[in-house]
């Protein structure tokens, strides 16, 4: 079973960071990728599913703050990626 990693990586604070995480118990990490300074730093996240293979395209899905009726202008949503 693949336990949860922490790949993140500290950028400038207008690029994007990502995490690896079984989010859904299934064994096999997720890809979860943000980009904070997207949309005039309004932000958006990516979540990529993981596969026996590895990450993969297929099934991909984004979101920001609008999305989750969140506020959006300049939130810099994504910013953060926690346990």
């Given at each position: 079973m693949?336990?949860?990693?922490?790949?993140?990586?500290q950028?400038?604070a207008?690029?994007?960071?990502?995490?690896?995480?079984?989010?859904?118990?299934?064994?096999?990490?997720?890809?979860?990728?943000?980009?904070?300074?997207?949309?005039?730093?309004?932000?958006?996240?990516?979540?990529?599913?993981?596969?026996?293979?590895?990450?993969?395209?297929?099934?991909?899905?984004?979101?920001?703050?609008?999305?989750?009726?969140?506020?959006?202008?300049?939130?810099?949503?994504?910013?953060?990626?926690?346990?």
């Amino acid at each position: 079973m693949v336990a949860e990693q922490r790949v993140r990586r500290q950028l400038p604070a207008d690029q994007e960071h990502e995490r690896l995480i079984d989010a859904n118990k299934d064994g096999k990490a997720e890809l979860i990728a943000s980009a904070p300074g997207e949309d005039t730093d309004d932000g958006a996240a990516w979540v990529f599913p993981g596969t026996s293979d590895g990450t993969v395209g297929s099934g991909s899905w984004s979101f920001n703050g609008g999305s989750l009726s969140a506020p959006v202008p300049d939130a810099r949503f994504g910013d953060t990626l926690t346990p």
